[in-house]
């Protein structure tokens, strides 16, 4: 009987080892079949949530692309991009910046981007309140330059003609001459102008009846020339800007307080030139670069200036291929917004006093002054920030006020020109 009994026992203890291990087989089947929905559950997620931020990505790509390509778009607008869809949002274009947003969705997952877009621009430095290249400088009747002055080319002053900072002047053999100088000057030869600062002259030149408030000296190697700070490639780089938004086939004339918005935009061709005319109270402002092929003539209480919004506190251009005459009281000015300026250049090569590339007279006020070939004359009570050019002439009373952050100027076409992405993140 006992060893029935233990017989049992073991036969018992053998089932029940059994049934603990067919649940221990049916607990771990149970959490690897979990495990597996779970993961697939995850993995599934995973792809739609890929998929959605994949969705988001095709709308910022379809922004930007609507954008620069300046082609029509309602905000918000929506995509499919498979079988998800992408809801972007752009924004208005407010100093020269745009924000996208896109939200990608499928199978109620999201998932959405931030970019902030900005006009692409061009960085011009401006050191000198004057650059001159080799057709020189002459500044007559208590005309003013408040900033330095570089000059590849002699500089002669009449009627107390004055720079309140540093005068340089490049080449032997180039001088300055009865000029008032309120910083130092470095010149081949000086004759009759007072330093106040200290002077000097290079071996082989002189000093004749020049007077230096700390010392006169002498180096020995010749101050070399400086280029002008736009190059030829620059200039048509923003005639290509403004003939890629349009081209005006007739002269544009504004009078009698209108008020009008142009650019990006081209005005004639170099084969059929046409002028720009802003006159007798009229307001021009500009939205992007303005190409003129003939002349332009700003006059009598015109204003203009740079769009806030398209430009905030970048700068704007203006190009001519003929000569710009801006007198009367006319105003030409940036956005309003600090470090904002209006860059007014003409390509011709006029040198004639009379009738010079650039012409700035009677209380206008305002922009910087360009021309890579011609003259620019400035007279009668004019105010200019800055002026380059191959000769310059100034004249009764005229004044050039240089400002701290010309050296480093950010010119842009406006919102009118290209974008470029300054930052992209997702948010959501």
Request: glycine letters at 12%; proline letters at 2%.
């Amino acid at each position: 009987m006992d060893f029935c009994f233990k017989n049992s026992e073991k036969g018992f203890v053998a089932i029940l080892m059994a049934i603990l291990v067919l649940f221990v087989m049916v607990g771990v089947g149970l959490y690897i079949g979990i495990l597996a929905v779970g993961e697939q559950k995850i993995s599934s997620e995973s792809v739609l949530g890929t998929q959605a931020y994949y969705a988001s990505e095709a709308g910022i790509e379809d922004a930007l692309l609507r954008i620069n390509k300046k082609l029509h778009w309602i905000s918000p607008y929506k995509i499919t991009v498979g079988g998800a869809s992408a809801t972007t949002t752009i924004s208005g274009a407010l100093g020269g910046s745009r924000t996208i947003t896109s939200e990608g969705e499928i199978a109620k997952r999201a998932k959405k981007i931030e970019v902030i877009c900005e006009v692409s621009t061009d960085k011009i430095s401006f050191y000198y309140g004057a650059q001159v290249g080799d057709g020189g400088l002459v500044i007559g009747n208590n005309a003013t330059i408040v900033g330095n002055v570089f000059s590849n080319g002699t500089i002669i002053s009449g009627n107390g003609g004055s720079a309140t900072g540093s005068v340089v002047v490049a080449r032997n053999g180039n001088k300055i001459k009865n000029l008032i100088v309120g910083g130092d000057a470095i010149v081949h030869t000086c004759e009759g102008s007072t330093i106040a600062g200290t002077l000097t002259y290079v071996s082989g030149g002189s000093v004749g009846d020049c007077t230096a408030g700390t010392e006169i000296k002498s180096r020995p190697n010749e101050v070399s020339p400086q280029d002008l700070p736009i190059s030829q490639s620059q200039i048509d780089k923003w005639k290509q800007e403004a003939a890629a938004r349009g081209i005006i086939s007739n002269d544009v004339f504004l009078t009698d307080g209108s008020i009008n918005s142009l650019g990006p935009i081209q005005i004639g061709t170099p084969e059929n030139p046409k002028n720009l005319t802003v006159t007798n109270n009229a307001r021009l402002k500009v939205l992007g670069t303005i190409y003129v092929t003939g002349n332009i003539n700003f006059s009598n209480n015109s204003i203009i200036e740079l769009d806030n919004n398209s430009y905030g506190s970048y700068s704007g251009t203006i190009v001519a291929d003929g000569k710009i005459n801006i007198y009367n009281n006319s105003v030409e000015r940036g956005s309003g917004a600090a470090g904002s300026y209006i860059l007014i250049l003409s390509t011709n090569n006029s040198v004639d006093p009379v009738s010079p590339a650039i012409n700035v007279s009677n209380n206008a006020d305002g922009a910087i002054f360009y021309t890579n070939l011609g003259m620019i004359s400035l007279s009668n009570n004019m105010r200019a920030r800055e002026i380059t050019g191959y000769m310059v002439n100034l004249n009764n009373n005229a004044v050039v006020q240089y400002e701290r952050g010309l050296e480093n100027s950010n010119f842009s076409g406006g919102t009118g020109g290209a974008w470029e992405v300054t930052s992209w993140k997702e948010i959501e």
